[in-house]
């Protein structure tokens, strides 16, 4: 298993925003972690990124016990992730921040850096011209001299997938990539995860797009209050009753088959 999630409760004073979650996702899968707002999605995320500490329970990364790693040592690991609000440079062109992705897993020091040594310069060279595939692979290519902020709403969530994939991750996090995307934005989302997919790189997605969530998840958990409501296939879990009723909603029963 790439990532296994077990029994992680996460309670903020009295709230209990995650209780007792356990599911695990394999490797090459594109997995869907599914649920109503407030339902512990994101905490989830920040959970597994360290950004907060479970209460109790365990996060295993390929084997390994990652529960109490700092921050930067997970993203050493493999695991990186996109964010519900974008948080790019603004002034910095699409191929800079790119390279700011990227910039985790050179190995220049100070000195180097500070002394542009001929090794130096070298990973600078690399590092760009990786970006430069990145930017190609999110259909960037045209836009790399421009400003983040000049981009697109669209755009921007592309390259945030960009420099999140310049840290080589195994385990790609992605905190609702699809919102505020129109169909034809969506679409090519959904085309880029599978290359994604493809190069194979593990995803976790949160998203609230159903048909986009059914049409490209290979499983799916679904949350509800903090628990874990239903695990499965898309197939599954769009005949689960409970979810029907508690998340998706009878009257949505027809539109997502």
Do not use: W
Not at 6 to 14: A, C, I, L, M, P
Not at 44 to 49: K, V
Not at 93 to 122: C, P
Not at 191 to 214: A, C, F, N, R, W
Request: aromatic share 6%.
């Amino acid at each position: 298993m790439v990532l296994e999630i077990k029994n992680v409760t996460k309670s903020f004073g009295g709230i209990q925003a995650l209780k007792g979650v356990t599911f695990s996702i394999r490797e090459g899968e594109v997995y869907g972690l599914i649920g109503p707002n407030g339902a512990g999605k994101t905490t989830m995320f920040n959970l597994i990124t360290n950004i907060f500490a479970p209460t109790s329970g365990e996060i295993h990364f390929r084997g390994e016990n990652i529960t109490n790693l700092k921050s930067y040592k997970i993203t050493e690991k493999g695991i990186c992730r996109t964010y519900q609000n974008i948080r790019l440079f603004p002034q910095m062109t699409a191929l800079e921040n790119v390279m700011v992705g990227g910039h985790s897993r050179i190995s220049s020091g100070v000195f180097r850096s500070v002394f542009r040594t001929k090794s130096q310069k070298q990973e600078e060279k690399q590092l760009k011209e990786k970006a430069e595939q990145l930017l190609e692979l999110v259909g960037l290519s045209d836009e790399k001299e421009q400003f983040a902020e000049n981009l697109s709403y669209g755009q921007q969530r592309r390259l945030e997938i960009a420099r999140a994939l310049a840290s080589d991750p195994k385990l790609l996090l992605l905190d609702e990539p699809a919102a505020g995307m129109n169909e034809t934005e969506t679409d090519s989302l959904f085309d880029l995860i599978k290359k994604i997919q493809s190069m194979g790189i593990t995803v976790l997605i949160i998203e609230h797009d159903m048909p986009l969530v059914m049409r490209l998840c290979d499983r799916i958990t679904v949350l509800n209050f903090g628990e874990k409501l239903a695990e499965g296939t898309p197939e599954e879990i769009q005949n689960n009753e409970a979810v029907i009723e508690a998340y998706l909603g009878k009257e949505e029963e027809d539109t997502i088959a």
